[in-house]
């Protein structure tokens, strides 16, 4: 399984990105697929999750309401819509690839990180 993340980059507060996971060797339609970020020297956190089927959807309550989680399997990817961004959004974003077809909020549920992608958000 090999995941890639993309679609970082730098915006003002207020602003709008959209981060897609690709999945390259078309592993992941039957898991659940969840986004994490990390600032350098603090702990991964729990930003956002989606059930295979795109049915159940979590996020982190930073994040609730301004945040969107999507999938579409025919094309692999699962999309993190984000709008009125904030300077304390700015981190490392990841996906992953979830253990089961039913998200968690637990790093530990996942396995096949992709390499991140660095969302900086300017006041």
């Known amino acids: 399984v090999q995941l890639q993340a993309s679609g970082g980059g730098l915006v003002q507060a207020g602003g709008s990105l959209t981060l897609s996971c690709a999945d390259s060797?078309?592993?992941?339609?039957?898991?659940?697929v969840g986004w994490f970020r990390q600032v350098p020297g603090k702990e991964r956190e729990f930003v956002a999750a989606?059930?295979?089927?795109?049915?159940?959807?979590y996020y982190s309550d930073p994040v609730k309401g301004r945040f969107t989680i999507s999938r579409d399997n025919a094309k692999n990817t699962i999309n993190l819509q984000m709008n009125s961004l904030k300077p304390e959004d700015t981190a490392i974003y990841y996906c992953a690839r979830g253990l089961r077809s039913v998200p968690t909020t637990n790093s530990e549920g996942y396995i096949y990180w992709g390499q991140g992608t660095l969302v900086t958000v300017s006041s």
């Open positions: 989606i059930s295979w089927n795109g049915g159940i959807t």
């Open positions: 060797r078309r592993t992941i339609s039957n898991n659940a």
